[in-house]
């Protein structure tokens, strides 16, 4: 996910209105469409928590579509939502025995969308082989903790370091075992 360098995903009511900032970072990279559409490929199946669900819906409703193509799409929740797609499914119940026991046979790579709770959770059970954490040019003060109820140390290798143009430095660490 892309959290403000004090750690927030968004604000406490959901909002991510300051994603979009104004820096420049003279000698960063520039992020390329095609590389981002084939990196995008490469991911076979997502899974996210119902406010994140949520907020894609307000976005598709706003206009702004749907970012997950046509990938089948988890969507943890005790609700009865509405299905966007077809590609989307309502889930419930362990989530480790879910991911193992249901995804993991399907598919090789599974990108846990967030927010907060579900990345917390998933730390937590020891579901996450790699990390991707987008630290933007703000702080905002207070919102929704990019992990939730943690509870434990998760010892992670740093992998991964790349500046942008836009001030975004995207760090991908591996968890370790
Ligand atoms: N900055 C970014 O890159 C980024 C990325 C993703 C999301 N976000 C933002 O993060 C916010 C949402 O984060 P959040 O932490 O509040 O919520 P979240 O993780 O998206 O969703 C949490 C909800 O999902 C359901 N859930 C979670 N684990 C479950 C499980 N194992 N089984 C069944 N249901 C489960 C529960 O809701 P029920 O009541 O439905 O059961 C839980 O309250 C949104 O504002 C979103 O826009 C930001």
Known sequence: MAASLDGFIARKDGRVDWLETSDEFVGGATMEPGFVEAFLKTIDCYVMGSRTYETALRFAEQGFGWSYGDKPTFVLTSRELPRIRDTVELCSGDLAQFVNGRLRPTFRSIWFVGGGVVSGECLRLGLADELRYSV???????????FEKLGRDV?????????????MVELRYEVRR
């Open 155 to 167: 010892a992670l290798h740093l992998a991964e370091v790349t500046a942008y143009k836009s001030g």
């Open 136 to 146: 933007l040019p703000i702080v905002i003060g207070d919102g929704i903790p990019f």
